[in-house]
């Protein structure tokens, strides 16, 4: 339980002047990463130390239930430049992400995930480009390793889908590994929506966007967090995020049932004109009339649905609640 983590911190650092802003921030969200966390920061600082300019790391522990909190905050008392938010439950994945970037204070912000999945080493290529002037310098998965086919096959579908139906360049096979310039964060932090699906967020704000390929590691310990359901989630909140087509295809439908009716409706009469005895049981038996009836049922229930989950997106937005909440945030200067 995150109640291991009690309130008398006592790390002494001066409060962070405008001066010593850090160049480059990382931000890497935690559930349940007992096993990865600390290595994740040891190979992170490494690379930061590498390139020698200020830098912070922050860690959003997302509701974790192992050790991973305790670890978080021996990390922080042990370097100071690794600061910890502390989320008060399980709030997801994108949530975690939307409260480091929130936090983070570096001219360049960097997500990443924190099992190790997406290499720390990648980050000075990322920075490369954005010193060429990129301001959104996403890592394409040229290569996944030690993923089943399954994830593999729904990911390159989902990714393909979503291109497809949105009015946003959303590149394909990118996750949310990415770095962006302080405009960008800027943009990114004034948007306050609920479901938020923020590789398609990133690139709606524009800017100058560049890919840089990367081999997608395995995880090296644990296991995932999102099984089927989280991942089906996660598929809706970016299509409706971004993309009408299905409230569309209700339309679409329709029209395309009402012309099939029509065409029925003028060869039943026609067949009554011609062949006024008829009994041809496919045009007025019992059974075509349950068929119809059972499968227009179907497709109205199916659209019902998809007007539902538009619906209780709405009603997630006009609450108003807050995106998630900070039960403690560990070497974050006061004004945040
Ligand atoms: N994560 C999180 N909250 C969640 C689920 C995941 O903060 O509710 C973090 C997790 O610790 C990891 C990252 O998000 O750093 C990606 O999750 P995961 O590796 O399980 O996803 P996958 O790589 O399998 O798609
Ligand atoms: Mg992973």
Not at 18 to 42: I, K, T
Not at 313 to 329: C, F, G, H, Q, T
Request: proline residues 5%; contains cysteine; glycine residues 6%.
């Amino acid at each position: 339980m995150s109640a291991a983590v009690c309130p008398a911190d006592v790390v002494s650092e001066s409060s962070m002047s405008a001066l010593d802003r850090p160049r480059y921030s990382v931000v890497a969200p935690v559930y349940n990463e007992e096993a990865l966390v600390a290595e994740f920061c040891r190979r992170t600082v490494a690379m930061l130390e590498a390139l020698g300019e200020p830098f912070e790391v922050v860690l959003v522990n997302d509701g974790s239930r192992d050790r991973s909190p305790i670890i978080m905050r021996e990390l922080h008392d042990a370097d100071p430049r690794i600061k910890v938010l502390h989320f008060s439950k399980n709030f997801g994945h994108q949530l975690a992400i939307t409260a480091g970037i929130d936090h983070a204070r570096g001219d360049a912000v960097v997500v990443i995930d924190s099992d190790l999945q997406d290499p720390p080493e990648v980050i000075p290529e990322l920075i490369a480009k954005w010193q060429e002037g990129y301001q959104v310098v996403y890592a394409t998965r040229a290569e996944r390793v030690g993923e089943t086919w399954f994830k593999r096959t729904t990911a390159s579908l989902f990714y393909r889908t979503i291109a497809q139906i949105t009015n946003v360049d959303i590149p394909v096979d990118t996750g949310d590994f990415r770095l962006m310039d302080r405009k960008v964060v800027n943009a990114l932090t004034s948007m306050r929506e609920h479901h938020r699906f923020m590789r398609g967020l990133s690139a709606w704000v524009g800017f100058k966007q560049a890919g840089v390929p990367y081999k997608r590691d395995a995880r090296k310990a644990g296991e995932t967090k999102y099984p089927l359901r989280k991942m089906l989630r996660f598929a809706l909140d970016g299509i409706t995020s971004f993309s009408y087509l299905p409230l569309q295809l209700a339309t679409y439908t329709g029209f395309v049932i009402a012309a099939i009716a029509f065409l029925f409706l003028t060869a039943v009469v026609v067949l009554r004109l011609v062949m006024p005895n008829t009994q041809d049981p496919a045009f007025f038996g019992q059974a075509s009339t349950l068929v119809s009836v059972l499968f227009l049922g179907g497709v109205q229930l199916i659209f019902l649905g998809i007007i539902g989950e538009y619906l209780g997106r709405i009603y997630d937005e006009v609450k108003r609640r807050p995106l998630y909440i900070v039960s403690e945030a560990m070497g974050f200067d006061e004004q945040q």
